[in-house]
């Protein structure tokens, strides 16, 4: 796929996006006037975009589609539920046209009958008197170039830069489009730019069109017909009723003369047919940066703001990678200028420390997204399976500003997806069930994300009939995953769910049941360095609780030792470091639990854990760390301070060890494991229990 066709397909995407938010937005909210315009702008944006490429099927489809939005804009049509829910099978369909677009594929027979249909049913709600036939699924001239009287005279004035071919974009495409959006009265190419024959070269474009477009239309969506070649040409917009605009613009012209004289010549301006030239305002060099500044404000009503920018995430993550070795070759002189004892070299490799620890910072935060973007397609995956079920559910997103690494974002999206519609499908009853348990007719499920200990918090919560202990612990021993004599608490036999193949749902649907997926949510969970935990009542609902790590690339360590191995663990996550002294080891009494400031804290000793050999060191630590509700305490050797962490995988042979989530270089070329902190805790809790 061309720079250009995945720049068309990212934009269409985001474009779709913001169409299935807007919408899903006015079931659940009732219509209003910015979630109209928002599903209008994007419609057209898709149409407008579509054009300039030559996608003739998107642009037909997407323009039947605009019209009627037009309408409901302006109030001449009522948008119903009926309408919105035809619109979310627009947006389905019209995704569909631009993976075929992009793809160069056939329309199936299937697909254009699909396109027929919506055609036909989007015709309808039209006012009778605007109804066209959609026996072609091209657009006709007549309905493009309509005008009506709120309609003014636009100048544009297209100048394409010499190396404007190498972006391979049709200009007459885009001209296609620019008509429209109105009439295009006026349009003649100036030649003036041309070299002779032997200077002239082939891929070098020399061309300039001046343009005059009648249309009700603002500068903002003429401006959109170039959006994709902005850098590559010269752009003059104004209206021919802004006559400071008109004069700002003939004062430039006029140091061309040869340019000048061609405007007026064309009948461009035919005022100055009546207003003799020597009338025009002679530019002082004041004058003559007053009205160039004003014609970059128009052209680029956006240069003192700030701006998005789309970057592929394979160049982020390269500079992530790059800023990673800079972090390890930056230890290694930090390790060095210490043991020389040079002041200079470590003054000079601090201030380094600090720098890479800004860009790094920045880079990172490159990476970051609010969830609020990803998450609301959840919408209408809930929504459309309460339809398909016969539910009434009342869906929630808080705290959508929460912002988390664009990769963690992605992966989490699937398993998230899965838990949604099992608690549409198992966890939410029916109306009529709901009302005999004295339970409100409409359901409610909650997705929370906030961040929490250095990690990022997710929680999916349900108001329904809650997951049955019985029924589970009952199909385990059926499938051998536990005796009958087995201990187990509440939480434990809730996690058995995650188990492939335990399903307790008494019929199989089409969203869910069949016991496949919920092992894939919690390994990919994991995969993330993640972990998911339920909590459920019965009658009263469940509670999935999802912990992730802000990154998976740099993170702030804490590096300490316990026996002969050096370990890292994330910083955000410890409370404080104390000393193991007398007083504490006299009140623990054999036991591995001590009395921190009247708090009993449970210990982990990290030696005994990993079975390291006693240090020389004369000195205990304790590294009190917090996950979720849980406190531990773990007993090491020696506390080394801070230190930057690039988080690298250990390989097939070590990714399984229990309680390390991967390893780093240190500055010395050794290797320091990484604590996988939830599985340390967790293993402490059950120890105790």
Not at 123 to 149: G, L, R, W, Y
Not at 307 to 317: A, E, G, T, Y
Not at 531 to 547: A, H, N, P, Q, Y
């Amino acid at each position: 796929m061309s720079k250009e066709l995945q720049l068309f397909y990212e934009d269409a995407t985001e474009q779709l996006g913001f169409m299935e938010n807007s919408l899903v937005n006015m079931q659940e909210n009732g219509v209003n006037e910015d979630d109209v315009g928002a599903l209008f702008r994007s419609m057209h944006t898709i149409k407008g975009t579509a054009g300039m490429f030559g996608f003739t099927d998107v642009v037909s489809f997407a323009h039947i589609a605009e019209n009627l939005l037009s309408e409901v804009r302006d109030g001449t049509v009522e948008l119903t539920d009926n309408m919105i829910e035809k619109f979310l099978l627009c947006k389905d369909h019209t995704e569909a046209l631009v993976h075929i677009a992009i793809n160069d594929e056939e329309i199936s027979d299937e697909i254009r009958e699909n396109n027929d249909s919506l055609l036909e049913a989007l015709i309808s709600f039209m006012p009778v008197e605007k109804q066209v036939s959609v026996e072609s699924d091209t657009v006709s001239e007549e309905e493009v170039t309509e005008v009506n009287s709120q309609e003014v005279l636009w100048h544009i004035s297209v100048g394409l830069k010499e190396d404007y071919f190498e972006t391979g974009m049709d200009f007459f495409n885009m001209l296609s489009f620019l008509g429209a959006l109105g009439k295009i009265t006026h349009i003649v190419p100036y030649t003036g730019n041309i070299p002779t024959l032997p200077s002239l070269e082939a891929t070098k474009s020399y061309m300039h069109f001046d343009i005059q477009l009648l249309a009700d239309t603002s500068y903002e969506d003429i401006e959109e017909v170039f959006e994709f070649v902005l850098d590559d040409i010269d752009l003059t917009i104004f209206q021919m009723t802004d006559m400071e605009s008109v004069e700002d613009f003939l004062s430039v012209s006029k140091k061309r003369e040869e340019y000048y004289n061609f405007l007026i010549q064309n009948k461009f301006f035919p005022q100055l047919e009546e207003k003799p030239i020597e009338n025009i305002k002679e530019s002082t060099t004041d004058k003559e940066q007053k009205s160039t500044q004003k014609t970059v404000d128009k052209t680029s009503p956006m240069t003192n703001k700030s701006f998005s920018l789309r970057v592929d995430s394979s160049k982020v993550d390269s500079i992530i990678n790059q800023i990673s070795e800079m972090v390890i070759a930056n230890a290694k002189i930090s390790q060095r200028a210490d043991q020389l004892e040079d002041t200079s070299l470590s003054e000079s490799a601090t201030i380094l420390s600090d720098m890479l620890e800004e860009v790094r910072t920045s880079v990172m935060n490159i990476r970051m997204v609010q969830v609020g973007d990803t998450f609301s397609k959840f919408k209408r995956i809930v929504y459309d399976s309460t339809k398909k079920l016969g539910k009434e559910i009342n869906f929630d997103i808080v705290g959508e500003d929460t912002e988390l690494d664009k990769m963690v974002v992605e992966k989490i999206s699937d398993p998230l997806m899965h838990m949604l519609r099992n608690s549409v499908d198992h966890g939410v009853e029916m109306p009529e069930v709901r009302v005999e348990k004295g339970k409100p007719k409409k359901g409610n499920i909650t997705l929370e994300t906030f961040p929490d200990a250095g990690t990022i918090v997710i929680k999916i919560t349900d108001d329904g009939k809650g997951l049955d202990r019985e029924a589970i612990a009952k199909k385990a021993m059926d499938n051998g995953l536990i005796d009958e004599n087995h201990n187990l608490s509440d939480k434990e036999i809730f996690n058995l769910i995650f188990e492939a193949g335990l399903s307790t749902a008494k019929e199989v649907s089409d969203i869910s049941g069949r016991g496949v997926g919920m092992d894939v949510v919690r390994r990919n969970i994991e995969d993330l360095r993640g972990t998911v935990e339920i909590d459920s009542v019965k009658d009263e609902g469940s509670v999935f609780t999802i912990r992730l790590p802000l990154t998976l690339a740099i993170i702030d360590g804490f590096l300490i030792q316990a026996g002969r191995t050096k370990y890292i663990i994330p910083l955000e996550m410890i409370q404080e470091c104390i000393e193991l002294d007398e007083r504490h080891k006299s009140s623990m009494h054999g036991n591995q639990f001590i009395d921190l400031r009247d708090s009993i804290l449970p210990l982990l000793d990290i030696r005994k854990y990993f079975k390291e050999e006693k240090s020389e060191s004369s000195r205990e630590n304790v590294v009190v760390v917090k996950y979720g509700d849980y406190k531990i305490g773990m007993l090491v050797d020696e506390l080394y301070g801070e230190f930057q962490t690039v988080i690298k995988p250990l390989g097939e042979v070590f990714e399984n060890v229990p309680g390390i989530s991967g390893g780093t270089i240190l500055g010395s070329g050794e290797i320091a494991l990484i604590f996988d902190v939830p599985k340390l805790v967790e293993y402490k809790i059950k120890e105790v229990n």
